[in-house]
Structure formats: C-alpha cells, structure tokens
C-alpha cells in the first residue's frame, strides 16, 4: 500500500498546479449555483419546483461519485496514471454541457442539461479530491486541501465576474417568458472553456504516484474480472466499505445533513429573496446574488491558507464549528438588509464558513481512512453531501409552499436555523483512539 512509500514533500507550486484544474470545475459549480435556476425562472418554472428540477445533482453524485471513486482505486496507466483519466473525461463532458446550456428552448432540456453537466462535474470532482490525498504527505493534507478551497474560491469568484460583466455589456432588457438573455450565454461560454483548459493544465503538470506491488496485484484481480463482475464489483466495494467505515464518518454524516440542506435552500431561493425583498427582476436579482457571491468567495481565497494555521492550533473541529455558526448568523442578517451594498457584509462571514467547508472536513477524513481506499471513502464523503441535496429537493419545494408561506424570506431563515444545527453536531467530531491519526 501507499503507506510503505514515502512521498516526497512537493514545493507550493506543485500543489499550486496540482490544483488549477479545480478552478475550471468550480466555474461550472459557480454557474449552477447562480445562474441556473434563473434559466429556469426564464423557462417558466415556478420557485416551488426548483428544488425538484434540481435533483440531478443529488442523483448524479451519489451514482456517479462513489462507482468513479471505488473503479478509480482498481485503476492504473503508466502513461495516463490512476486519477487524471477520470477528471479528463468529466471536463471534457462538463466544458460540452456548459456550451449547449443556455440554447435550452424549454424547460425539460435545461433540465437535461444540468443532468449531463452534472454527471462531468462529478466524475472529475472525487477523483480529484482523492488525487490530493494520494499525492501529498500526511503534513501537507492540511494545506492541500486549502489549496483546494481557494480554487473553489476563485472558479466560483471567476465564474460570478463573467455574469456581472456580461449583464453589464449587454444590459439588461425587457424579459421575455421562455428567452435566456444573452449576457448568459456568454458566462457559460467562458466556463466551457475554462473546464476543459484547466484540467489540462494539472494534467500536464502532475505526475501520479504508481502503486506498489500489492496495490498492482489488486488492480490486476480486478482486471480479470468479468464486465458483469466489473460492474458489480463498486457497487459491493461501497456497501462493505460503508458498513466498517469509522464511526468519525457518521458524525461527519450528521454535520453535512444540516450543512448541505441548508447551502441548497440558500443557492436555491436566493434570487427570490432578493425579487421579494429589493423588489427586482429576475436579470437584476441575478447579478445582486452574483455580487454576493462574489463577495464570498473572494473572502474564501482570501482566508482558505490562513484556515491551516488556526487549524493546527486550535484543531480543525472548533474552527469548523465557528465557522458554520458564522454562515447561520449570514442568512439570519440577509433577509432584512434592503441595501444592496450592506447585503455584501454579512457574505464575509458566509466566505470564512465556505473556505472551512470545502477544506477542513476533507482533511480531517483524508487522515483516517486508509490509503488503499481513499478513492471510495471520498466518493462515501460525497454521498454523504448528495444525500441530504437530495432529502432537500424532494422535501423542501412542499416545505415552502405550505408551511413557510411560499415566502422566500423564511426560506433563507431557515436555512440559517440548519447551519446552527450543523455547527452543533460539528462539535462532536473528535475520533476516538483507534481512529486519531492526527489532532483534527
């Protein structure tokens, strides 16, 4: 296994490279989170249906992550390497997707749409998260990671730019039911690009690590197999794996059934919030969340490497929890702010809860799972995000319409009530003995 090797410290360029591609994936995310359920609005859907119409990220990602993930682990090309395939084939169908977007004529095509956009994103998203944790030495997970989430920070960042800019070339027009403006199409144009672009750039820029021999034995069994064995094979790996993982991953569990329950609603009925609340279109409510978002990721990249320090001092637990609690008091503070300007200061503290959210957790499982299966435990990690997705979209569109009112304030409040629920449980995540490897 990986841990009879001992892995060269890499420089900060190395692990800067390593991690570009992430930019290029988060872009796509950014637009998902910002500009697709605008389309929708544009399309005819009402704000009750977007939790539904959104289920294909849930879905794709609890399908598609953990098979990629545990087929990932039996894979290895001396020229193409064990993770690098994977990601390559998820941007190249991300960067096709994300040009087709915004020709949606209807609503049921935009919809399919963000289904094949979905299943690139997560084919390339665990493989990537596993690559880190194959590469780098258990010191360095911390700052990996980190690394991770400033390029969350900055694809997101990029991504929210070219909405605003391309609003502000074109202006914004009288708004028709069933037409896109064209300052969409253009942002997604520019995250076509850049998914396909990035990831090359990491590809050409990392070499993996070859596995050792027990490692090469495994992978070789697994190439003997039937394709009906083949096939199976994921499925039977998650199912064993998931029944001894550490009892730290179920905590986890708990941290991201609130967590990411609560960050859907928000990308979900932001724009809403802002037409009920600033009174504007939907083109105008577009590009104030863009702002927001902008506002928040900005403030990722800025504190995502400065997470590492106060990690290590105080563990990674209790900044985890501070920070969730930071993000709840956000979305208790937007609703009732009616400047759009003020509505950025409250997203300061949503980017320190984003930043701890796409780094903190990952390093703290990459320290316990073994190294034969991160690739599988990243993919569980992953479902353990998609699952509540999910929960939300089948629960939450029944949720507004009758006991919240159809209001797109007390949707956002209640969001704010899940991430306290989430910084709460985030307490609770200390391993026990035989699962610490390192202070989390």
Same mark, same amino acid.
């Given at each position: 296994?990986?841990?009879?090797?001992?892995?060269?410290?890499?420089?900060?360029?190395?692990?800067?490279?390593?991690?570009?591609?992430?930019?290029?994936?988060?872009?796509?995310?950014?637009?998902?989170?910002?500009?697709?359920?605008?389309?929708?609005?544009?399309?005819?859907?009402?704000?009750?249906?977007?939790?539904?119409?959104?289920?294909?990220?849930?879905?794709?990602?609890?399908?598609?992550?953990?098979?990629?993930?545990?087929?990932?682990?039996?894979?290895?090309?001396?020229?193409?390497?064990?993770?690098?395939?994977?990601?390559?084939?998820?941007?190249?169908?991300?960067?096709?997707?994300?040009?087709?977007?915004?020709?949606?004529?209807?609503?049921?095509?935009?919809?399919? *749409?963000?289904?094949?956009?979905?299943?690139?994103?997560? *084919?390339?998203?665990?493989?990537?998260?596993?690559?880190?944790?194959?590469?780098?030495?258990?010191?360095? #997970?911390?700052?990996?990671?980190? *690394?991770?989430?400033?390029?969350?920070?900055?694809?997101?960042?990029?991504?929210?730019?070219?909405?605003?800019?391309?609003?502000?070339?074109?202006?914004?027009?009288?708004?028709?039911?069933?037409?896109?403006?064209?300052?969409?199409?253009?942002?997604?144009?520019?995250?076509?690009?850049?998914?396909?672009?990035?990831?090359?750039?990491?590809?050409?820029?990392?070499?993996?690590?070859?596995?050792?021999?027990?490692?090469?034995?495994?992978?070789?069994?697994?190439?003997?197999?039937?394709?009906?064995?083949?096939?199976?094979?994921?499925?039977?790996?998650?199912?064993?794996?998931?029944?001894?993982?550490?009892?730290?991953?179920?905590?986890?569990?708990?941290?991201?059934?609130?967590?990411?329950?609560? #960050?859907?609603?928000?990308?979900?009925?932001?724009?809403?919030?802002?037409?009920?609340?600033?009174?504007?279109?939907?083109?105008?409510?577009?590009?104030?969340?863009?702002?927001?978002?902008?506002?928040?990721?900005?403030?990722? *990249?800025?504190?995502?490497?400065?997470?590492?320090?106060?990690?290590?001092?105080?563990?990674?637990?209790?900044?985890?929890?501070?920070?969730?609690?930071?993000?709840?008091?956000?979305?208790?503070?937007?609703?009732?702010?009616?400047?759009?300007?003020?509505?950025?200061?409250?997203?300061?503290?949503?980017?320190?809860?984003?930043?701890?959210?796409?780094?903190?957790?990952?390093?703290?499982?990459?320290?316990?799972?073994?190294?034969?299966?991160?690739?599988?435990?990243?993919?569980?990690?992953?479902?353990?995000?998609?699952?509540?997705?999910?929960?939300?979209?089948?629960?939450?569109?029944?949720?507004?319409?009758?006991?919240?009112?159809?209001?797109?304030?007390?949707?956002?409040?209640?969001?704010?009530?899940?991430?306290?629920?989430?910084?709460?449980?985030?307490?609770?995540?200390?391993?026990?003995?035989?699962?610490?490897?390192?202070?989390?």
């Amino acid at each position: 296994m990986f841990k009879n090797i001992k892995k060269p410290k890499l420089s900060f360029w190395q692990i800067w490279n390593m991690n570009v591609g992430f930019l290029g994936i988060q872009f796509s995310f950014g637009l998902q989170q910002s500009a697709v359920n605008p389309i929708f609005l544009y399309l005819g859907a009402t704000e009750d249906l977007l939790p539904i119409l959104n289920i294909a990220g849930p879905v794709t990602g609890l399908i598609v992550q953990p098979i990629i993930g545990a087929i990932s682990d039996k894979t290895w090309s001396p020229k193409f390497g064990r993770r690098k395939p994977f990601f390559l084939i998820g941007a190249i169908i991300g960067s096709l997707c994300l040009f087709a977007f915004p020709f949606s004529p209807v609503l049921w095509v935009a919809v399919l *749409m963000l289904w094949i956009l979905d299943i690139g994103n997560n *084919m390339a998203m665990e493989p990537y998260r596993a690559l880190i944790g194959d590469k780098l030495q258990k010191k360095q #997970l911390s700052f990996g990671y980190q *690394m991770q989430s400033l390029f969350v920070g900055a694809g997101t960042l990029i991504a929210m730019i070219s909405i605003i800019y391309f609003q502000d070339i074109f202006g914004l027009v009288e708004e028709e039911a069933g037409t896109i403006p064209k300052w969409l199409y253009y942002a997604f144009f520019v995250g076509a690009i850049l998914s396909i672009t990035t990831v090359l750039w990491s590809i050409s820029k990392t070499k993996e690590i070859p596995p050792t021999e027990e490692e090469m034995e495994e992978i070789n069994q697994f190439r003997k197999l039937s394709l009906k064995d083949k096939f199976k094979q994921p499925f039977v790996e998650i199912a064993q794996t998931v029944k001894t993982m550490p009892k730290f991953m179920w905590k986890i569990a708990g941290v991201y059934l609130f967590q990411w329950y609560a #960050l859907f609603v928000y990308w979900q009925y932001i724009v809403p919030l802002l037409k009920n609340t600033l009174n504007f279109s939907i083109g105008e409510a577009t590009s104030q969340a863009a702002k927001m978002s902008l506002t928040y990721n900005s403030v990722t *990249m800025i504190v995502a490497l400065a997470l590492v320090p106060l990690t290590l001092k105080f563990g990674g637990r209790k900044i985890y929890a501070a920070s969730l609690v930071g993000t709840a008091v956000a979305l208790f503070i937007i609703p009732f702010v009616n400047d759009p300007i003020l509505l950025l200061v409250p997203m300061t503290l949503f980017g320190i809860g984003w930043a701890a959210m796409m780094g903190i957790p990952y390093t703290m499982v990459s320290k316990i799972v073994p190294q034969n299966k991160r690739g599988i435990y990243m993919g569980i990690l992953n479902m353990m995000i998609v699952i509540p997705m999910g929960i939300e979209t089948v629960t939450f569109g029944p949720i507004y319409k009758y006991l919240l009112g159809g209001n797109a304030i007390n949707a956002i409040l209640f969001g704010g009530v899940f991430f306290a629920i989430a910084a709460f449980l985030a307490l609770r995540l200390k391993p026990s003995v035989s699962e610490s490897v390192t202070e989390l």
